[in-house]
């Protein structure tokens, strides 16, 4: 826990520009933490000097090639990112996941906004896919600057009670052979030096880039070429998003081993500090998800991330007793039909279409696909990627 003197001052820490694999790590955890989460560095993509728009667009070729297994592990990994006090917190504040439909409804809407970035232009300043990211740093930009004013207050006090709960003592049985106590750690509160900083924004990002990366076999991900672009394409939408470039991980390159370093040193120590308002938007979420896709319990969720991760040592066997025969009957399916998009890829395509034409109807039908098309007509042009 920081020291309350240097949570007052909120002093960035001087910042190494060359650093080591080693050094970015240590400087993300505990130094991006006093970091505003936006860089206030404005730029469309043609202006970006690192930009390779070959590799954008190969990223977004990558996402149409898989995708039924991206939109699934996004799904999926989602309510591992909130169980992030420093990101949860804001998610608490705004009383985005405060009942059902309050839930469904910001999820629908984040997911239609990540399909404009995988499947429009993100690079020209008026383009679809550019303002969409813009709409959102301004948002998140707006909310830091709340809470660090004041403006948006919450009393978790009574809400920061462990509980009693089966899955967490399960958790706690299951993973009681990691020696955490080597692990680094993060100011683990909901009420951080900064509200937004670069740590939460560069969480957010890893929730949606650690399963592509770290374990892409778990979903159904054989084939990696075009993985390169995808990791380019989300240090395009990082960096405008507002991450600063020395905490834009895929700009890195870490490879996998690194990405695994994240997994299991940062999110999987995580699943331990669970309290009652962690618990309850977790269960919002898959609660959401659920409405519209065949999808596991929370007790389920975590099994088939910690098994599908190969974490060695990890066995399961309190987190087994907990699942029902749902989830047991949708782990088998979803291992089949990821197993056979390695074997088939006209089976993968035949999926593919399904999962989109799926995503569709449910965005139509929820009003977002059709009102945000016509309020955003003017703002550019959409362009097809040849699959």
Wanted: net charge neutral; aromatic share 14%; charged share 25%.
């Amino acid at each position: 826990m920081q020291s309350a003197e240097m949570k007052s001052k909120k002093i960035p820490p001087k910042v190494n520009h060359n650093f080591t694999q080693d050094e970015i790590f240590e400087s993300l955890i505990i130094d991006a933490q006093y970091i505003p989460g936006d860089s206030k560095i404005f730029e469309a993509g043609s202006e970006i000097k690192w930009l390779d728009m070959d590799l954008v667009q190969s990223g977004q070729r990558f996402f149409q090639k898989h995708y039924a297994s991206i939109v699934f592990a996004h799904s999926l990994y989602f309510v591992v990112g909130f169980g992030f006090k420093t990101v949860t917190g804001m998610v608490i504040r705004t009383g985005g996941f405060y009942g059902l439909a309050k839930a469904t409804k910001r999820l629908l809407s984040t997911i239609w906004y990540v399909l404009r970035w995988y499947e429009t232009d993100i690079v020209g300043k008026y383009a679809t896919g550019y303002k969409a990211i813009a709409k959102i740093r301004r948002t998140h930009d707006a909310l830091r600057r709340k809470c660090n004013q004041g403006k948006l207050v919450h009393d978790f006090q009574t809400e920061e009670d462990t509980p009693n709960d089966q899955l967490l003592k399960a958790l706690e049985k299951d993973l009681s052979f990691l020696d955490t106590s080597t692990f680094k750690r993060m100011d683990l509160t909901y009420d951080p030096p900064e509200a937004m900083s670069q740590c939460s924004m560069a969480i957010i990002q890893l929730t949606f880039l650690l399963p592509v990366f770290a374990h892409p076999e778990a979903f159904g991900i054989h084939d990696t070429e075009g993985m390169e672009g995808f990791e380019h394409m989300w240090a395009l939408i990082g960096h405008l998003s507002g991450i600063d470039d020395r905490f834009n991980l895929p700009l890195q390159k870490p490879g996998k081993e690194f990405y695994m370093k994240f997994w299991k040193e940062i999110f999987i120590p995580n699943f331990l500090v669970r309290d009652r308002m962690i618990g309850q938007i977790q269960e919002t979420y898959i609660a959401s998800v659920r409405q519209y896709i065949p999808m596991f319990s929370l007790s389920g969720s975590f099994y088939y991330y910690l098994i599908q991760s190969n974490l060695e040592g990890f066995h399961g066997t309190e987190l087994y007793k907990l699942i029902n025969w749902n989830d047991k009957i949708s782990i088998f399916l979803i291992r089949t039909v990821f197993g056979l998009f390695g074997i088939s890829t006209n089976f993968k395509k035949f999926v593919n279409l399904v999962v989109r034409f799926m995503m569709r109807k449910v965005l139509v039908r929820a009003g977002l696909e059709e009102n945000k098309d016509n309020q955003e007509q003017s703002n550019g042009t959409n362009y097809s990627i040849d699959t």
